[in-house]
């Protein structure tokens, strides 16, 4: 795969500035595009930054690379009997027990219909199986 990473602070040495049509041309020529460093803006989480730029981009879903395999009804990490939970809703995201990301993340999410795929980021192989169309390892939120 080639790669481009973007960022909203200028950091040359390291990646491109982040520009939207810059971004979308990385797209139509079959590369995959890593927005790094947030928005530069305070307030703004790293995850509401993800789906704001997946928004601009007109991306088919977000990928949020975590250290479990998915979404779960608690943590797993605290709970041995904790449920793993394949697809849920943008509301059932935003519930106070499932930590998913940010209401504001969740939310810019649902206004515009962005499923938001959750996975393991140390399972070998995982991101390209996502990027190839095999979500069945991960959980994805998304409209009922």
């Known amino acids: 795969l080639e790669v481009r990473v973007q960022s909203a602070i200028q950091m040359e040495a390291f990646c491109e500035t982040y520009i939207m049509r810059r971004a979308q041309r990385h797209l139509e020529k079959g590369?995959?595009?890593?927005?790094?460093?947030?928005?530069?803006?305070?307030?703004?989480?790293?995850?509401?930054?993800?789906?704001?730029?997946?928004?601009?981009?007109?991306?088919?879903?977000?990928?949020?690379?975590?250290?479990?395999?998915?979404?779960?009804?608690?943590?797993?990490?605290?709970?041995?009997d904790a449920v793993f939970l394949n697809t849920l809703s943008y509301d059932e995201a935003m519930q106070d027990n499932i930590k998913v990301m940010d209401d504001t993340a969740i939310a810019l999410a649902k206004d515009n219909k962005l499923p938001i795929v959750v996975c393991n980021m140390f399972e070998e192989g995982n991101l390209l199986k996502i990027i190839q169309g095999d979500t069945s390892l991960c959980s994805i939120v998304k409209n009922n």
Do not use: C, H, S, W
Not at 52 to 74: F, P, Q, S, W
């Open 31 to 80: 590369r995959v595009v890593v927005f790094a460093a947030g928005t530069g803006n305070p307030y703004f989480t790293t995850d509401t930054t993800a789906i704001l730029r997946a928004v601009e981009i007109d991306a088919d879903m977000v990928i949020k690379a975590t250290k479990v395999n998915g979404v779960y009804d608690k943590d797993p990490k605290q709970f041995d």
